[in-house]
C-alpha cells in the first residue's frame, strides 16, 4: 500500500493510541451531548471542546501521498478491516442527470469547510439521523482517515463536481461524412483515384443526405430543451410531493390560476408543511435544512429555471389551466413521476398549434355563447361536435406575439 | 373642396414635388449639422471585421443558452399575483400642475399612469406630462442621498447640524425662509405651519415660475378675493380668450380640456370658442375664430369691447382709442351669449385683468361660468413677494433658506440678483428631489421622494380632496420633504400619520358615509378623491361683493402703440416642456410641439411677413438682445412678435435635459411688481450661422391631398354629411379584386371625433409608455427615425398669413385590405380573425416593403439598437440614457421590446385586448362596456378616440360610426381601415 516514513509512522502511532485513549473516556459524555444538529452546536463540555480544538483535527497541509490516500478511501480503494467503505457510492462526485438523495461530495465539502474534521468525524462514526445511522453503521475509520477525507473533498470546493463529458457521436459523424463527401468532390474534378465515377456520386448522395439530416436535426433542436434537467440548489421531488403526498399542483403553484405566471413558491409555502416536517424519508435533515435556512436569512431559494419562453412569446397560465381549463400535465408530462424535474415538450410553436388545432373549446362559457353565438347554436342543433381553438382565432400570429 | 397644406414652403411648391427636401449628402451617414461628434468613416475592412465578428458571436450565442434563475420571494406579499398588474389611485403633483391619476404597477414597479375617472377635476383624463412623469421616477440624475457641500452625507448627522443651526438662527432672532410653489395640500401647509411655529421668525414664501399674480392681485381689488377661480367652460356657450392658451398649458388644461370637449358635439350643443392671440397655440389652432393680435393691442381692444358691451347694457358712452381690429361681432356674441360666456386673458398685466373682471362682471358671467366658491388653489403665488425675499436676501436679512420644488437660478427673470442675493444667506437647504441650476449652489441638500413614493394629499380645488399614497418603495436614499420638516419640528411621527390625524380631525366631519376615521380614510384612499362639494351642494353660488369702482376707463392705459419698439417677443410655454420641471424626461423632449412638429429645441417662432421683410428662412439664427435663437417661420403668427419657449436650456437637470434648447428666461421684465410675458424689441439681428431642427411633420407630407373634412355647424346642420360627400361616392365606386372577409366575432375599431381632438399629445406619450416604443434622440428624428406608433398630423388650411389649423391623431389604421400584408416576403405582418392588422417581431427580417406600402406611413423601423434588444454590439443608440437599467425599469413586460431590423406599429393595443377577454372568460360573462381602452383612448383628456368592438350594435363606437360625419382616412384606396375619423365641425361666426 502505502510507504510512510518512520517519523510520520510514529507520529501516527503516536496520535492514534493517544485518540483512542481519549475517544474511550469521552465517549459516554459525548454521546449524551449530542442534539440533533449536530453541526450547528457547539460542544459544549470542556472535555470535547478540548476535543474539537484537538491539533489532529485542524491539520491543514498534506503530503501529495496524503491527499491520495484521501482520495482512494473516499472511493474505497482502501481495504479497513472486515469491509470497504465507498463513499462515492452515494456521495457523488459527478455531475448527475438523475436525482440523488444523499448530497453529493461538493455540498458536504462546503459544509465542512470552515469547520474543523472533527465534526465531521461525529457524522461518520456516531451518525444520528435514522437514514445515516444505517448506512453509517460500523464504520471503522481512523482521526487520521477522516482528516485525509475532508482534505481530499475540500477540492470539490474550488473546482465543484466532475462533469460528464460531451458525446461527441454527432460532431464525429459530421466530421467524417464531410472529410468524405470533400475526398469525393475533389475525386470527381481531378478524377484519378476511381474509375468510376458512380462510387463517388454515391458517396457524395449518401454524405450530403448524412450531412443534411445531421445539420437539419441540430439546427431544428437548436435553443430548445427537451428534456433539460438541470441540477437544482435543493433536492426537490415532485414525485414526493405531488405524487406520494398528493399534494395539489395549485398549492404551491398558486398564481397559476389566476396570473400569467405559474409562479415558484415562495418559502413561506414550504413552511406551511416543514416547519413540522423536518426529516425527509430519505433526504433526511439536509435538503430540508436548507429551506429552513432560506426562511431563517430571508433569502430566496435561487431554483434553476426549467420552462422558459422566449421573450416575444406571451403565454398566461390563467388562460389555459382557468379559462381553458386543461391540466398540468398536458403541457408539464407527469410531475407525479419526476423526481426530478425535466423539461417534458420542446415548447416548439408547432407544439403549441397542434394542441390549438386539436383541443375543443368550451362553449358554453357566457363570453363564447355571446361572441361565437353562431357556434353554439350550431353546437347546441347538433350540427358541429365541436370547435378546435384555432376555430375561434387560436391561431393568430397576434395572439401571443405582440 | 379646401385646400390643405402643411408648411409654407410646400404651399408655395405644391405643384413641384421634386421639391422635397433633400438632406445633404454628408448629414445622411454617422453625421449630423453642427453636432460636435465626429464623422467616422467605415471603411470596407471594417464592415467585413464587423460582419465576421458578430456572425461569430451570434453563432456562439446560440450554442449554449444561458442558465436563468427563477427566484421566488422568501415570504410572498399578501396583495400581490406576480405576472399580474396592481392599480394604485394617487395624485400627481408636480409644481402647479395637479391630475388625479391611477397608477398600474407590475411587480412592484410603476409603469403607466391613467387618470382617474372618479375625479371632479381631471375626469379621468392626463396630459403628456402626467403620462411622461412616471419615466422621471427612474432617473438616475436624482439624487442619491443626502448632501453637504456637494458631498455624500448621512440624514442622522445632516439633521443635527441642520437643527442645530436652525435653532441658533433663532436664538439670534435671525430670519429662516422657507420658498416653495404654491401648496395646495392642507396636510403639508399644516406641517409648514408647524415648521414656522417651532422656528421663530421663520416666514414662508410661495414662488410660482409661471405666476398668475396679476390674476390674483386684479381679483383681490374686483372681487375681494385673492384666488384663482373655477372657469367652468362646460357650463359656457361662448369662450373668448385674450392668449390664454386653456387648452393646453393654462391654469389646469386637463380639467378644461374635458370641460371644453364635453360642448364639442355637433349633433346636440357646439360651444363656440373665440380666440386673439399672437402665438399659434393648441386653443388658437381649435378656435372656431382666431385673430391675431399683438400683445400691446390686447388693453385697447378690449376696452372697446367693453365699450361695446356698456353701450348696449348700461346705455353709457365714453371715448376709447381706436380699435386695431373689428370687435363689434365678438362684443355682439358676447351680449348675446350673456351669463353663459367666459372671457379670459393670458396676461400679466394687473389692469388688463381688472377690465377682463370688469367685463365678465357687466356679462354677469360671475357665478355662472366663473365660479368663486370654489377657486382653483393650484395657483395662489405672488411674483412681489418673491422680489421682496430677493431684496431682503440681497440686504443680508435672510439668515437661512430653504428651498423646495423652485428653481429661481434657472426662471427668476433677474437670477443674478436671486444668486448674488443667495451669498448673503449663512444657511442654504434644499429640499428638491433632482439637481437643478438653484441647488448646485446650495450646502445642504435633503433630497424629496419623486411624487411616486411619496404619501401627501391634494386640495387642487376648494372642497375637492385626494390622496397620493406610495405605488414603489424609495429608489435613492431620499425622505419626503414633510417629513424631512417634520423630524426638525422634532416631531415624532411620520408624514403618513400626520395625514391620516390630519384628515382625521379635519375632513372625516364633511361625510356621514364612515364614522371610523380608519375606514374613512381606507375608502378615500381607494378611491383617490374626496369631494364633498358635490354632495353639499356648494355649487349654490354666493355672489362675491364687487367692486364697480375698482375699474375706472378713463384712467385705463393701452399702453403705447406708436413707439419705435415695433417687435414684440411673446414667451409661452409649451405642452411638453412647461417651464423646465421636466427637462430631463427624454419622451418629453422628443415630443413635437403640437403646432411646430419640432422637438428637442425651442425656436423663434416668427410670420412669414416678418421673416420676408427681414429676408429669414427657416434655421437662420438670429440674435434678440443677448440671445441667440434659430429662426422657425410659423404660419398664423401675428406680424411684429416673435414666439419663443421657456424652459429651455437647462444647464443643470440630468443627461437627457442638459443644453437642450436656449434659456430665455433671463429675457423676461418685471411691471409694476408683477413678470410679464412680453417684450419689446427694436430689430432683429441675423447673424449668417444656421441651425437645424428635428422636425417631425415635414416628413409625413400628404402632397396636397385632403384627409380631413371639414364643415360648419351651420351647414351640419342642414346635412349631417357635409363636407363629408366623398365618402358616399368613395362607397359606390371603390371595387376591390379580393374576395371580402368578414369578422363575425369580434371586429376591434376606433373612431377619432376630430371636433374633439384639440391636438394636445396626450395619447403620444400614453401610447410610448405603454408600447415601450423607444427614444431615438435628436438625430435620429431629424433622419426621419422616429417611432411614435401614433402621430398627429397637423395641416393648415386657407391663407398663410392667417391660417386655420387642423389636428389629426394618425395610427396603423388597421386596414381590412391592407397593402403592408400583402408586400411582406414572410407572412410577419398579417391579419387576424378579430380584424387587426398584426406585426409580428419574431418573424420580420427587416425589408421594409410593409414600411414602404403603407399609404399611411405609420410603419416604423427599427433602424439602430435604441432598446439595448439586440443581441449584437455596436449598434446601440442611446445618447438619453435611455437604455439604463434604472430607465427600463418603466418598461411594459406585456409588450416585446423590439430589437433593431425589424418594423414595428400600433397593435391596437393587443395585449389590453386579449387581458381583458381572458377576465371576461375567466369571470364566465361577456365583455362589459367600453372595458377594453387602448392607451391612447383611456386617458385622451377630450374623450376624442373612441374604442371598441364594430360588431357590438349598441356601443359608442357604433353610434359614431354610423354617424354622417364617419369617413376613413384614404378611403379612395378601398383599404378599408377599421379606424375611422369624424369630420370636424366648426362653430363659426356667421
Known sequence: MFKYSQAEKIKYLLSLISFSFIFVTALPNTYLLQIADTNKVQPKDTLSRQLSDSVIYKKENFSSEELIRGERLFYGLVYLGDKSINC???????????????????????????????????????????????????????????????????????????????????????????????????????????????????????????????????????????????????????????????????????????????????????????????NGTRSGATEIAKVLKAYDDKKPVEWVRIYKLPDFVFFSHEQHVSAGEITCDA???????????????????????NCHKTRKVNLSNEYYKTYYSDYYESFKAGKIDSVVIAGIGGRDCGKCHY | MKKYWKDIKSKKSQEKISDIKKVSDENVFFGFLGDEEKITHASRRDFLKLCGFSFAVSALASCQSKISKAVPYVIAPVEMTPGMPLYYSSSYINGNDYCSIIVKTRDGRPIKIEGNPGSGITMGGTSARVQASVL????????????????????????????????????????????????????????????????????????????????LEANKISFGKQVIPDFRFDKADLVVSFGADFLGTWLSPVEYTKQFSSGRNPEHE????????????????????????????????????????????????????????????????????????????????????????????????????????????????????MKMLIEKMQRGMVNALLV???????????????????????????????????????????????????????????????????????????????????????????????????????????????????????RTLQKGIFEPASSKGLSVEKLPKTDSLAFNP????????????????????????????????????????????????????????????????????????????????????????????LGYGRLKCGKAGENIGTDVWPMLLSENGNIVHTVKLDHIVKTGKTYTFAQTQTHHSMEGRAFVREADLSEFRNNQAAGNELHAYNLEHNKSLYKERTYPHHHWGMAIDLSKCTGCANCVIACQAENNVPVV??????????????????????????????????????????PCENVCPVAATNHSSEGLNQMIYNRCFGTRYCNNNCPYKVRRFNWFNYSAAG???????????????????????DVTIRAQGVIEKCSFCVQRIQAAKLKAKYENRALMENEIQTACSQSCPANAIVFGDMNDLKSELNRLINSGRRYNLLEELFTMPSVNYLTRIKNKIV
Not at chain 1, 338 to 351: K, T
Not at chain 2, 316 to 345: Q, W, Y
Not at chain 2, 613 to 635: C, G, R, T, W
Open chain 1, 88 to 278: 462515492e457510492a452515494c456521495h457523488n462526485t459527478h455531475v448527475s442527470d438523475t436525482l440523488n438523495w444523499n448530497p453529493d461530495a461538493l455540498e458536504i465539502s462546503r459544509k465542512y469547510l470552515d469547520k474543523n474534521a472533527y465534526y465531521l468525524s461525529k457524522v461518520l462514526l456516531k451518525p444520528l439521523g435514522t437514514k445515516m445511522k444505517q448506512v453509517h453503521k460500523g464504520f471503522q475509520l481512523t482521526v487520521q482517515d477522516i482528516v485525509l477525507i475532508k482534505a481530499y473533498m475540500n477540492k470539490f470546493v474550488g473546482i465543484g463536481l466532475k462533469k460528464n463529458k460531451p458525446i461527441i457521436t454527432n460532431l464525429l459523424l459530421l466530421i467524417i461524412a464531410s472529410f468524405l463527401f470533400l475526398l469525393s468532390s475533389v475525386d470527381i474534378v481531378i478524377r484519378k483515384v476511381y474509375k468510376s465515377q458512380r462510387i463517388n456520386w454515391a458517396i457524395l448522395t449518401v454524405m450530403g443526405i448524412v450531412i443534411t439530416w445531421i445539420l437539419a436535426v441540430n439546427a431544428i433542436s437548436f435553443g430548445r430543451a427537451k428534456g433539460y434537467s438541470p441540477a437544482q440548489p435543493i433536492k426537490f421531488s415532485h414525485a414526493v410531493h405531488a405524487g406520494q403526498n398528493k399534494t395539489d399542483c395549485n398549492y404551491c403553484h398558486y398564481t397559476a390560476r389566476s396570473s400569467k405566471t405559474a409562479g415558484i413558491p415562495p418559502a413561506s409555502i414550504c413552511l406551511n408543511c416543514h416547519f413540522l416536517v423536518r
Open chain 2, 404 to 522: 423646495w420644488n423652485v428653481n429661481p437660478a434657472y426662471t427668476w427673470y433677474n437670477r443674478d440678483a436671486f444668486t448674488g442675493g443667495l451669498k448673503k444667506v449663512g444657511l442654504t437647504i434644499s429640499l428638491s428631489g433632482s439637481p437643478d441650476e438653484t441647488n448646485t449652489l446650495f450646502q445642504f441638500i435633503c433630497p424629496d421622494h419623486h411624487y411616486l413614493e411619496s404619501w401627501n394629499d391634494a386640495e387642487a380645488k376648494r372642497e375637492h380632496f385626494s390622496l397620493m399614497q406610495p405605488t414603489i418603495n424609495h429608489i435613492f436614499d431620499t425622505r419626503q420633504m414633510a417629513d424631512t420638516l417634520l423630524k426638525w419640528t422634532g416631531s415624532t411621527i411620520s408624514f403618513y400619520d400626520f395625514i391620516k390625524d390630519y384628515w382625521a380631525d379635519n375632513l372625516m366631519s364633511r361625510q356621514s358615509e364612515f364614522t371610523d376615521p380608519v375606514m374613512f380614510f381606507d
Open chain 2, 871 to 893: 443581441t449584437l454590439t455596436g449598434n446601440l443608440r442611446d445618447k438619453e440614457g435611455m437604455t439604463e437599467n434604472l430607465r427600463r425599469m418603466v418598461l411594459n413586460p
Open chain 2, 777 to 818: 434622440g435628436k438625430e435620429e428624428v431629424h433622419r426621419v427615425h422616429e417611432m411614435h406608433w401614433l402621430r398627429i398630423d397637423r395641416y393648415y388650411t386657407g391663407d398663410e398669413d392667417d391660417p386655420e389649423v387642423v389636428f389629426q391623431p394618425v395610427l396603423c389604421q388597421h386596414c381590412q385590405n391592407a
Open chain 2, 270 to 385: 357646439m360651444t363656440r370658442l373665440i380666440q386673439l392671440e399672437s402665438n399659434l397655440t393648441i386653443t388658437g389652432s381649435n378656435a372656431d375664430k382666431r385673430i391675431q393680435i399683438k400683445p400691446s393691442q390686447e388693453p385697447s381692444i378690449l376696452l372697446n369691447i367693453y365699450k361695446e358691451i356698456v353701450k348696449v347694457l348700461e346705455n353709457r358712452n365714453f371715448n376709447t382709442p381706436a380699435c386695431p381690429v373689428d370687435v363689434s361681432e365678438i362684443s355682439k356674441n358676447l351680449i348675446s351669449f350673456k351669463g353663459k360666456s367666459i372671457v379670459i386673458s393670458g396676461s400679466k398685466v394687473k389692469e388688463v385683468q381688472l377690465l377682463v373682471n370688469e367685463i365678465n362682471r357687466l356679462l354677469g358671467n360671475i357665478g355662472q361660468t366663473i365660479l368663486f366658491n370654489s377657486f382653483l388653489r393650484t395657483h395662489a403665488a405672488l411674483d412681489s413677494q
Open chain 2, 136 to 215: 422621471d421616477l427612474y432617473d438616475s440624475g436624482r439624487f442619491h442621498g443626502p448632501m453637504k457641500d456637494g458631498k455624500p452625507s448621512e440624514w442622522e448627522s445632516i439633521d443635527k447640524e441642520i437643527i442645530g443651526k436652525l435653532q441658533d438662527i433663532v436664538e439670534e432672532k435671525g430670519r429662516i425662509v422657507l420658498l416653495t410653489p404654491t401648496v395646495f395640500s392642507p396636510s403639508t401647509e399644516a406641517v409648514i405651519a408647524g415648521f414656522l411655529r417651532k422656528f421663530k421668525g421663520s416666514e414662508w414664501v410661495q414662488y410660482d415660475a409661471i405666476s398668475y399674480s396679476a390674476m
Open chain 1, 331 to 353: 403541457c408539464h408530462g407527469n410531475v407525479k413521476e419526476m423526481n426530478r424535474l425535466y423539461q417534458v415538450p420542446d415548447l416548439s410553436m408547432g407544439w403549441c398549434i
Open chain 2, 554 to 645: 378713463a384712467a385705463f392705459k393701452t399702453g403705447d402703440n406708436s413707439g419705435k419698439k415695433s417687435i414684440e417677443i411673446v414667451f409661452y410655454e409649451t405642452v411638453a416642456i412647461g417651464e423646465g420641471r421636466q427637462a430631463n424626461n427624454p419622451w418629453l423632449q422628443e415630443l413635437p410641439d403640437p403646432v411646430t412638429k419640432i422637438c428637442w429645441d425651442n425656436y423663434a417662432s416668427i410670420s412669414p411677413l416678418l421673416a420676408k421683410e427681414y429676408n429669414l428662412n427657416d434655421n437662420d439664427v438670429i440674435k434678440l438682445e443677448e440671445v441667440e435663437l434659430p429662426v422657425h417661420i410659423q404660419a398664423g403668427q401675428a406680424y411684429g412678435t416673435i414666439g419663443i419657449a
